[in-house]
């Protein structure tokens, strides 16, 4: 059931944000969340472009 969820949020993650999916999976904790506040947009940089991309987590 855990990986459903975390296959789920990175599907939620992938459509708002338009990133790769090689983009999502090296996502941490600490790039949406800062300590238990989950944050309301975050600053992804695109492994293929390496132009950052902001976007908002639902």
Do not use: Y
């Not at 296959?7 to 993650?13: S, T, V």
């Amino acid at each position: 059931m855990a990986s459903r969820i975390r296959d789920l949020a990175l599907l939620d993650l992938a459509i708002d944000s338009k990133l790769r999916g090689c983009d999502l999976v090296v996502l941490r904790v600490s790039d949406v969340a800062h300590w238990v506040i989950l944050l309301r947009r975050a600053i992804v940089p695109q492994r293929k472009t390496q132009r950052p991309v902001q976007f908002e987590i639902p």
